[in-house]
C-alpha cells in the first residue's frame, strides 16, 4: 500500500479560518437537535453525542467565507445538510441491518427500527423548516436535489449489491450519488448563501465532488488496509455485498479464470453460501488477490487524480486562509487513517 509523506492537519487547523462563525454552526445545530417529545429527545441527544468529524459543514462556512463574510443563511445551510446527512445515516442503518455506527449501537439496535425512521423523518422536517427559514430559492433547489440523489444512490446500490459484475462506470455512479453529490451540495450551498459569482460558484461545485470522490474512494481503500493502521476489521465493504474499486481493478486486471474464482467465491461469500469457519479463509484470500493486482494501488491514484482536478478548480480563488483549509481537507481526505 502506497504511504502519503504529507504532513496533514488536523480538522481543528482546517476549522481555524471559520472558527467564530463555528461556535454559531454549534449553538445552532444545538438547538435544532431539540423535540417535545421525551423520547424522541433521548434519541437526537444519543445521536448528538455520536456526531462524526462534520466535514460536511465545515465545507458549506468556508467555501462560503472564500467569497464573502458569514451570514446567518450560511450557518442554517450548514445545519439542514449536517441534519439531512445524519438523518439519511440513521435510515441508511435500518435498510442495510448495520448494528453499528462509528463503534456504537445504531439507533435502530438501540431502540428500534420504527424508533429510528421516525427520528429520521423528524429531522428530514427540521432540515424542510430551517431550509424555509434561509429564503433562497436555489438552496431550497441544492437540498431537495441531494435528498433525492441520496435516495437514488442507495437504490442503485441495493439494485448492484451482491453482484460481483459491477464496473468501474457503475461504481463510480454509485459513489457519486451516494457521496460526492453531498459534498458538492455542502459546497454549492455554501457559495449561494455567501453570494460568490457564478464563476465561483462553479468553481466551488466542481471542488465539493471530487473531494467527494476522494473522500469515498479512500474508505473503499481502507477495506484492503493493514488492521494496525485502520483500527477496524477489514473486508467489512465485501461482507454487506459491497464491491468497490480496488476489487473492480483487479478483477479487470488478472487472467480470466482467475476473476471468474474470484467473482463466484465473492457472490458465495455475500449470500452467505460460506461456512463460517470458512469465512476468514475466504476474506483473506481475496484480499491477497486484490493486492496482488494492485487494485488498491490504482485506486490511489485515482483518488490522487481527483485531487489534483479539485486543486485546480480552486485556481480561480486568491490565496487566503480559507483556501488553505479548503486545500487542507483534500490532503485530509486522502492521508486520514480512520
Known amino acids: 500500500m502506497q504511504r502519503f509523506s504529507v504532513i496533514m492537519a488536523n480538522l481543528s487547523d482546517i476549522r481555524q479560518p471559520i472558527e467564530a462563525s463555528w461556535k454559531r454552526f454549534e449553538r445552532l445545530m444545538h438547538e435544532s437537535m431539540q423535540a417535545d417529545d421525551r423520547l424522541q429527545q433521548t434519541v437526537l441527544k444519543y445521536i ?6 462534520q466535514l460536511r459543514p465545515i465545507i458549506v462556512i468556508l467555501c462560503a467565507q472564500l467569497c464573502n463574510p458569514i451570514t446567518d443563511k450560511t450557518l442554517r445551510a450548514a445545519v439542514a445538510l449536517e441534519m439531512l446527512h445524519t438523518a439519511s445515516l440513521v435510515h441508511d442503518d435500518v435498510v442495510d441491518s448495520s448494528d453499528t455506527r462509528r463503534g456504537q449501537p ?3 439496535t438501540q431502540w428500534s427500527n420504527k424508533v429510528a425512521i421516525l427520528t429520521g423523518d423528524y429531522m428530514l422536517a427540521k432540515v424542510i423548516s430551517l431550509v424555509a427559514e434561509v429564503r433562497n430559492i436555489r438552496i431550497l433547489e441544492i437540498v431537495s436535489n441531494l435528498g433525492r440523489n441520496l435516495s437514488s444512490g442507495e437504490m442503485l446500490q441495493l439494485h448492484v449489491g451482491q453482484s460481483m459484475w459491477i464496473d468501474e462506470e457503475r461504481y463510480l455512479k454509485v459513489i457519486d450519488q451516494k457521496t460526492a453529490q453531498l459534498f458538492q451540495a455542502c459546497a ?3 457559495a449561494e448563501s455567501a453570494g460568490c459569482t457564478p464563476r465561483q460558484r462553479n468553481a466551488l461545485r466542481a471542488y465539493g465532488r471530487l473531494l467527494g470522490l476522494c473522500f469515498q474512494i479512500k474508505d473503499d481503500i481502507f477495506d484492503y488496509s493493514d488492521l494496525e493502521e485502520l483500527g477496524k476489521p477489514t473486508m467489512s465493504d465485501l461482507r454487506d455485498g459491497k464491491v468497490t474499486l480496488p476489487l473492480i481493478e483487479a478483477l479487470r486486471r488478472a487472467p ?3 476473476a471468474e474464482d474470484i467473482k463466484a467465491k465473492g457472490e458465495k461469500l455475500v449470500t452467505n453460501g460460506f461456512a463460517q469457519e470458512e469465512e476468514p479463509r475466504i476474506l483473506e484470500h481475496i484480499k ?3 493486492l496482488r493486482f494492485k487494485g488498491d494501488e490504482y485506486a490511489v491514484q485515482r483518488m490522487l487524480g481527483y485531487k489534483k482536478e479539485a486543486t485546480e478548480a480552486l485556481s480561480v480563488f486568491r490565496d487566503s486562509p480559507e483556501k488553505k483549509s479548503l486545500l487542507a481537507l483534500l490532503d485530509y481526505a486522502i492521508n486520514r487513517v480512520q
Open 288 to 290: 491477497s488477490f486484490v
Open 106 to 108: 445504531a439507533v435502530h
Open 256 to 258: 480470466q479464470d482467475e
Open 48 to 53: 448528538a453525542a455520536r456526531s462524526g468529524k
Open 188 to 190: 454549492e450551498a455554501g
